[in-house]
């Protein structure tokens, strides 16, 4: 009977003091139950108790989806401490939960629900952003997933394309569009490309793409060359009929002029392109399908100015560096985009009139010859598929001949006036038509330029 007695008496106390123990336990709770994170960014997690702690308390907390075990400690005399969580770029919103590992040590008071978020995906708003030197240029961007913007992570970068960032703002509404602004100073001039970022990760799904200009419309008219020079620019439109009987007239006087190309004229008619190429006169462009510019949006008269030059590179291997915009019709977006690519805008002095129908044969040889002041520097324009070609042409040479003057390619005539070619974006480099390369054809072509 006393020993049942002292077994019982033996458990009360064995209960009573793990109950003590149990009450002596220190509560360890997640200072927030949830939170929110970008995949690919850090995520600090806080535990603490509820006073102060006596001795160091080592805490280990779970991460349930991934298994990954946190090691922290509380430090004697405090009740917080904070450890960081390393996020993966995801595609798709996931959560995680956190809870502690069991401890002796310690008794679990809450769990901690993250969930991460994709990256933005942000757009820019304008195919084409302007900027003039000496003002402020805004770039404004949307976003296609606005709850991906995070309301602790929302400082976003306007880059360029060496990486300078040209301006950082907060998206406090990622709903509406986000505007960055800028100063344009002179040593920008030409085309950018920009990219927007947030943290170390590029979050512009494409980037987007801009020119400075100044405050001019620039275009070349005539120059001003040491010798007697002049420059026939041939506009090729959608016709290539004429090509062999133009080509002929050219090798009979020993002409090499600038034809400038349609980007339809490049596909339709690449054969004839090629051929003109190979007779060793430059290329230019002249637009995609020849519309009025001025009445296009600005990355539709991109796209028309710049088309052709892909045409050129993939089909004849070269890149043009002079634009002849169609019917003469320009604005500073147009010159602006045209420079932006590496391409001088070239209009003309004189032209032979030979592409409206408007006039008689009389004419056109009229104003092919006698009918402008043709001088040094001056720039013609005349169709490959023109009234009276190749007639006009071969009583014009005759006549610039009488006059002592010597046709060439028009950017071997920039160079000739002291003029250099727009510098190609950093992101291109051209083909054949390098900054060398019209220098070096005057040296070869013409003994007054030679060393």
């Not at 702690?53 to 400690?73: H, I, Q, R, W």
């Not at 901690?112 to 003039?132: A, S």
């Not at 030059?309 to 043009?320: I, N, R």
Request: charged letters at 20%; aromatic letters at 10%; a negative charge.
């Amino acid at each position: 009977m006393k020993r049942w007695l002292i077994a019982v008496l033996a458990l009360c106390l064995m209960l009573t003091c793990t109950a003590a123990l149990a009450a002596d336990k220190v509560t360890v709770y997640f200072t927030e139950k949830s939170g929110n994170v970008n995949g690919g960014f850090d995520y600090t997690l806080t535990v603490q108790t509820k006073n102060a702690v006596a001795a160091d308390l080592p805490v280990s907390v779970k991460c349930n989806e991934t298994g990954t075990v946190y090691a922290v400690t509380i430090p004697a005399g405090g009740n917080k401490a904070s450890f960081t969580v390393e996020t993966q770029v995801v595609q798709q919103r996931e959560k995680l939960t956190f809870s502690f590992v069991d401890s002796d040590a310690y008794k679990n008071g809450s769990k901690h629900t993250l969930t991460v978020y994709q990256l933005p995906k942000v757009q820019f708003y304008l195919g084409v952003n302007f900027g003039t030197i000496g003002k402020e240029m805004t770039v404004m961007v949307q976003c296609n997933n606005p709850a991906s913007v995070l309301k602790g992570n929302n400082t976003f970068e306007l880059r360029d394309t060496d990486g300078t960032v040209l301006s950082t703002r907060q998206w406090s509404n990622a709903k509406n569009r986000l505007t960055f602004k800028f100063d344009v100073t002179e040593d920008m001039l030409g085309r950018h490309d920009f990219t927007v970022w947030l943290g170390d990760y590029v979050v512009s799904i494409d980037d987007g793409y801009g020119t400075v200009m100044d405050t001019s419309d620039k275009v070349v008219v005539e120059l001003e060359p040491t010798q007697p020079l002049m420059g026939i620019g041939i506009d090729c439109g959608f016709n290539g009929r004429k090509t062999d009987d133009v080509l002929a007239v050219l090798e009979k006087h020993n002409v090499k002029c600038t034809f400038f190309m349609t980007g339809y004229f490049i596909r339709e008619f690449t054969e004839d392109a090629q051929k003109i190429l190979d007779a060793g006169h430059e290329i230019a462009s002249h637009s995609n399908t020849h519309k009025h510019l001025k009445e296009l949006k600005p990355y539709e008269q991109y796209r028309q100015i710049f088309i052709p030059v892909t045409e050129a590179e993939e089909k004849l291997g070269v890149t043009p560096r002079l634009f002849r915009p169609p019917h003469g019709e320009y604005n500073s977006q147009i010159t602006s985009i045209s420079r932006g690519e590496g391409m001088e805008v070239i209009m003309w002095s004189a032209t032979f009139h030979d592409s409206t129908g408007k006039y008689s044969d009389d004419d056109i040889i009229r104003y092919a010859t006698t009918g402008s002041d043709y001088k040094p520097g001056s720039i013609v324009l005349c169709h490959l598929d023109g009234q009276l070609q190749p007639t006009s042409l071969d009583t014009a040479l005759t006549y610039y001949e009488s006059l002592g003057l010597q046709a060439v390619p028009i950017s071997a005539l920039l160079y000739a006036s002291g003029r250099e070619l727009p510098e190609m974006p950093d992101a291109r480099e051209p083909l054949v038509y390098t900054d060398e390369y019209w220098a070096t054809w005057l040296e070869n072509n013409l003994p007054e330029y030679a060393n």
